[in-house]
């Protein structure tokens, strides 16, 4: 199993058990199928050298640019600025891709300008996969769309004790404790698993009104044209035992709910690894906590009247995690994570590394998030990233945006080595995790697909899998 996760260009992937290298999409056609045109500009890139190749290549390219674009003209185009900043949206990215294909022959990604983003990156992909069809690179054979051959000797054989030392000792998770839609701790979720159940919702009354902010029309300005999420059955972020945690109700009630569930989750977390809570103190145990939403904190700084002493720590998303350490007298590193939907994800993995390194001999690692104002969701929808109709549908035809939900998670996570010898419960066993930016992509929020692809390797290598 590899999963992964890619937002605002930050990919994480933890690779758990083994799993099949990831596919390329692009496969050069037949060449019989090849029209008059693309044939004619194959015969041109047999008969040229590698430079006139690719000059021939990016002239074509720069020619459908401007075509698709509707430009008198491409040759003024920087050929490493985003088509995206020229105004390229989604269609215009279909049909330059379908007249590529067309001139070239070959059998391209729906992808393709996500992937390669501007001028530069088409014409050295272009180029890969004209010449391992020509064969020009026959004496050098590799998949399109893998690295090239000298960084899989790279990663493979140069980097490979760097892999083997990284991955020499997998991390177990020992225990874990979670608060999600439709299920108040773990057991319950597993049941909401094994039935099939549906957690989403729509919007409940005590967030906000619904009829109020709903509008199916997306261009509606100030309106959302969902009705759905993923919310805590009603109390779970407002019941709280404030004198278990050696808080005053007073303290308790000017923190952020984030905060408060991620108390009750260390806690439990820790009680289901079979390590007594009160005896880590001045342990070297690491917090590693994923937290973006800053949704109370806006609520509660909206009226300059109310904000107290505890307005400040209740609110701050270093304190989120501090607060966690300095509760249970934990004296290993601390750490908030905020990489939007990965944070969870890179806080485990920023976990897994300190105790690799001897940072900490335990961690805990995990994720909070709450659904407290609208205001957000209107965001949202005016980028058209929500589905109107409430469901995530991964890898369909029929995918129209994702839902977004609250809750929190939290794992213990040690040494693989030391929890056989302490004689601890292993729930599951991770071997590689690895993370890495999109960098200059098509947009901001568009995703890589060759990022993607290569921060999954690189989490496959640091577990030694094929």
């Known amino acids: 199993l590899c999963q992964a996760v890619a937002t605002d260009h930050v990919n994480t992937a933890a690779s758990l058990s083994r799993a099949p290298a990831a596919a390329h999409p692009a496969a050069a056609a037949h060449p019989a199928a090849r029209p008059a045109a693309a044939a004619d500009l194959m015969s041109r890139l047999r008969a040229a050298d590698p430079e006139q190749q690719h000059s021939l290549l990016e002239r074509q390219i720069r020619a459908e640019v401007a075509r698709a674009l509707r430009l008198p003209a491409a040759d003024s185009v920087q050929a490493d600025r985003p088509l995206q900043e020229l105004g390229?949206?989604?269609?215009?990215?279909?049909?330059?891709?379908?007249?590529?294909?067309?001139?070239?022959?070959?059998?391209?990604?729906?992808?393709?300008?996500?992937?390669?983003?501007?001028?530069?990156?088409?014409?050295?992909?272009?180029?890969?996969?004209?010449?391992?069809?020509?064969?020009?690179?026959?004496?050098?054979?590799?998949?399109?769309?893998?690295?090239?051959?000298?960084?899989?000797?790279?990663?493979?054989?140069?980097?490979?004790?760097?892999?083997?030392?990284?991955?020499?000792?997998?991390?177990?998770?020992?225990?874990?404790?979670?608060?999600?839609?439709?299920?108040?701790?773990?057991?319950?979720?597993?049941?909401?698993?094994?039935?099939?159940?549906?957690?989403?919702?729509?919007?409940?009354?005590?967030?906000?009104?619904?009829?109020?902010?709903?509008?199916?029309?997306?261009?509606?300005?100030?309106?959302?044209?969902?009705?759905h999420g993923?919310?805590?059955?009603?109390?779970?972020?407002?019941?709280?035992?404030?004198?278990?945690?050696?808080?005053?109700?007073?303290?308790?009630?000017?923190?952020?709910?984030?905060?408060?569930?991620?108390l009750e989750l260390a806690w439990e977390s820790l009680e289901h690894a079979g390590q007594a809570p009160g005896s880590a103190q001045r342990s070297r145990t690491g917090v590693y906590i994923g937290i973006c939403s800053n949704e109370y904190s806006r609520r509660a700084l909206a009226s300059p009247g109310a904000i107290e002493p505890h307005s400040m720590t209740g609110l701050a998303h270093s304190v989120a995690a501090g607060r966690i350490s300095y509760w249970l007298g934990l004296q290993g590193p601390n750490l908030a994570v905020d990489t939007a939907c990965s944070s969870s994800l890179v806080?485990?993995?920023?976990?897994?590394?300190?105790?690799?390194?001897?940072?900490?001999?335990?961690?805990?690692?995990?994720?909070?998030?709450?659904?407290?104002?609208?205001?957000?969701?209107?965001?949202?929808?005016?980028?058209?990233?929500?589905?109107?109709?409430?469901?995530?549908?991964?890898?369909?035809?029929?995918?129209?945006?994702?839902?977004?939900?609250?809750?929190?998670?939290?794992?213990?996570?040690?040494?693989?080595?030391?929890?056989?010898?302490?004689?601890?419960?292993?729930r599951a066993v991770l071997r590689g995790t690895a993370v890495n930016q999109d960098g200059r992509s098509a947009g901001l929020t568009a995703p890589n697909g060759p990022a993607q692809q290569a921060v999954l390797r690189e989490a496959l290598r640091q577990a030694r899998l094929e």
Request: glycine share 10%; aromatic share 6%; hydrophobic share 45%.
């Open 88 to 227: 390229l949206d989604s269609l215009m990215a279909v049909e330059l891709r379908n007249a590529l294909s067309r001139a070239t022959g070959l059998r391209l990604s729906t992808t393709l300008v996500f992937d390669y983003p501007h001028i530069a990156a088409l014409t050295a992909h272009l180029l890969e996969l004209s010449r391992a069809e020509i064969g020009a690179a026959q004496d050098q054979p590799h998949t399109a769309g893998d690295p090239a051959p000298g960084r899989i000797a790279a990663g493979a054989d140069a980097g490979a004790d760097a892999g083997a030392d990284a991955g020499a000792d997998a991390i177990a998770i020992i225990g874990y404790a979670c608060r999600l839609p439709g299920a108040a701790d773990a057991g319950a979720f597993w049941e909401l698993l094994r039935e099939g159940r549906d957690a989403i919702s729509e919007v409940p009354p005590d967030r906000w009104d619904i009829d109020r902010w709903y509008d199916p029309d997306p261009e509606a300005a100030g309106k959302m044209y969902t009705r």
């Open 230 to 262: 993923g919310f805590l059955a009603p109390g779970l972020l407002e019941s709280f035992e404030p004198e278990f945690f050696g808080l005053t109700p007073r303290e308790a009630i000017r923190m952020d709910p984030q905060q408060r569930l991620l």
């Open 347 to 426: 806080a485990v993995h920023l976990a897994m590394q300190a105790l690799r390194a001897g940072e900490c001999t335990l961690a805990l690692a995990g994720g909070v998030n709450a659904l407290l104002l609208p205001e957000t969701t209107v965001g949202f929808c005016r980028l058209r990233a929500l589905s109107p109709g409430g469901r995530c549908r991964s890898f369909s035809e029929e995918a129209d945006g994702y839902v977004r939900a609250e809750g929190g998670a939290t794992v213990v996570l040690k040494r693989l080595s030391d929890a056989l010898r302490d004689g601890d419960t292993i």
